[in-house]
């Protein structure tokens, strides 16, 4: 008699289902955070955007794609949590702090772009000292968005890239290269970014852009290598396993 019981598929290893869910996430981030440079950019450069007319979609929508790249980027080190401290827990509790900390710098900026939407609305056609009050909220609001941009998306990347880079350099689940860039990167966007802040150039000019350089491609080229290739077999094997009771790497063997 021929079975007619269904044929299971073969379930996915879970350190692989790791290293693709983190893969799928960093490369979220970068197809999620890109736009918006472009969708605030008249928000930005114009002083008095909030009294000017038009409709509000650009600066919605960038604020709804920020609010994704945010969750993304906790999402990374939250997935990789479970590989990442069987290296070195302190470093894997440090990724997922940097990311938080970075994402709630996005989600503050989301918070003054939607409120610079919202009395575009409410104050359309303000004039007089009244038009003069707006115009200045509107203008701290941008310069608010612009700080948590230069100390999330700015600085904390590079932070990210000290812990996670440095586990997996250890470790080996990546090919060396692919942290090494990280690590290099790591130093020149923070220097870039303090470079920023006492006035020594704009964090999207050409120089801030090639010092944030490295650190992109470290994020874009690990996203990749998780997606498509995962954690390196033999690396992964020797890993020390995690006893379930107390959480404690114990040795294997």
Excluded at 111 to 120: F, Q
């Amino acid at each position: 008699m021929i079975s007619t019981r269904p044929t299971t598929r073969p379930r996915m290893d879970p350190t692989r289902r790791i290293s693709l869910t983190a893969g799928l996430l960093y490369l979220l981030t970068f197809a999620a955070s890109i736009p918006q440079l472009a969708l605030f950019s008249d928000a930005i450069d114009h002083r008095d955007f909030i009294r000017t007319a038009g409709g509000n979609g650009a600066l919605q929508l960038g604020s709804l794609l920020e609010i994704v790249t945010a969750f993304a980027g906790v999402g990374t080190a939250l997935a990789l949590y479970p590989v990442t401290r069987r290296v070195s827990r302190t470093a894997a509790l440090g990724f997922v702090t940097s990311r938080v900390i970075e994402g709630t710098m996005i989600m503050v900026g989301v918070m003054s772009m939607l409120a610079l939407a919202t009395l575009r609305v409410d104050y359309a056609g303000a004039t007089g000292a009244q038009g003069d009050a707006v115009g200045v909220v509107g203008h701290a609001l941008v310069t608010l968005r612009q700080w948590t941009f230069l100390l999330g998306p700015g600085i904390m990347p590079g932070v990210n890239a000290l812990f996670l880079g440095t586990i997996l350099y250890r470790s080996r689940l990546v090919p060396r290269l692919i942290p090494a860039v990280g690590l290099i990167g790591a130093p020149l966007i923070l220097m870039s970014a303090s470079a920023t802040i006492f006035g020594g150039w704009g964090q999207v000019s050409t120089t801030g852009a090639l010092c944030a350089l490295p650190i992109a491609t470290w994020e874009f080229a690990l996203g990749v290598w998780l997606t498509v290739k995962g954690f390196r077999p033999g690396p992964l094997a020797a890993l020390p396993a995690v006893s379930t009771v107390t959480r404690e790497p114990v040795p294997v063997g």
